[in-house]
């Protein structure tokens, strides 16, 4: 069993779509939960960074972390076309000074005009 | 705006043939990663340099992988032999202090993709 597992999609919305990404994660040792987003061809660019359960919200974004249930989630609302980008959630323990993040394999967005 | 560099961003090679990437963290930045991520697959941490030292190459294929970090600042990852399984984007990526000191955010560069024929 993966770390981390995230169903890759493909997800295709209209714009201005609330929409939902979300992965499961085994591990409860498990503390710092991320969510990056990757353009085609380009780096993962850090979104959202949270160590802690319940929502953080940042502009059109808010993550959410559910540890009971070993789950979390990114929300976009009025999703642009500027966000079709593939989606990767990341996690990490603090178990030790290397902290390795452990990637889902991504869900890919497509926000149609 | 500070980015981490990395080169060739697109590589073409037979199997058999070496093949070599260079990093250029962000300046100041002590940690840097090498991850590689298969098409439709996450990045998966291949080693991890705290300054000039390895702190964890544990998922390196050791028998034909290699990086190092010589002067603490830039870093160059080699294959030899390239295989046909080794067909991916190899990221690089760098942070302040390991991710694990809670001020260690991942910067990644633009890859460099990896093409085995």
């Known amino acids: 069993q993966k770390e981390v597992e995230q169903d890759p999609g493909p997800l295709s919305v209209p714009e201005g779509a609330i929409v939902s990404l979300n992965c499961t994660y085994s591990n409860s040792a498990f503390q710092y939960f991320m969510w990056y987003r990757q353009y085609s061809r380009k780096g993962p660019e850090l979104l959202m960074y949270t160590y802690s359960s319940g929502n953080k919200e940042d502009g059109r974004f808010t993550a959410q972390v559910d540890k009971s249930s070993k789950y979390i989630s990114l929300f976009i609302r009025d999703s642009q076309p500027s966000d079709s980008a593939t989606y990767l959630c990341?996690?990490?323990?603090?178990?030790?000074?290397?902290?390795?993040?452990?990637f889902g394999r991504g869900t890919q967005l497509t926000v149609w005009p | 705006e500070a980015e981490v560099a990395q080169s060739p961003r697109y590589k073409i090679t037979e199997k058999s043939q070496a093949v070599a990437f260079w990093c250029d963290p962000i300046?100041?930045?002590?940690?840097l990663y090498w991850y590689r991520q298969i098409l439709g697959q996450g990045p998966e941490l291949l080693v991890q340099?705290?300054?000039?030292?390895?702190?964890?190459d544990s998922q390196l294929p050791k028998d034909r992988f290699s990086a190092e970090r010589l002067k603490g600042v830039d870093s160059t990852l080699k294959i030899q032999p390239a295989e046909l399984g080794d067909s991916a984007m190899y990221l690089c990526?760098?942070?302040?202090?390991?991710f694990g000191s809670g001020t260690g955010e991942l910067f990644f560069g633009e890859g460099s993709r990896l093409t085995v024929l």
């Open positions: 340099f705290q300054d000039e030292s390895v702190v964890d």
């Open positions: 990526a760098s942070s302040l202090a390991p």
């Open positions: 300046s100041g930045h002590a940690t």
């Open positions: 990341a996690i990490s323990d603090r178990g030790s000074t290397l902290g390795r993040l452990y």
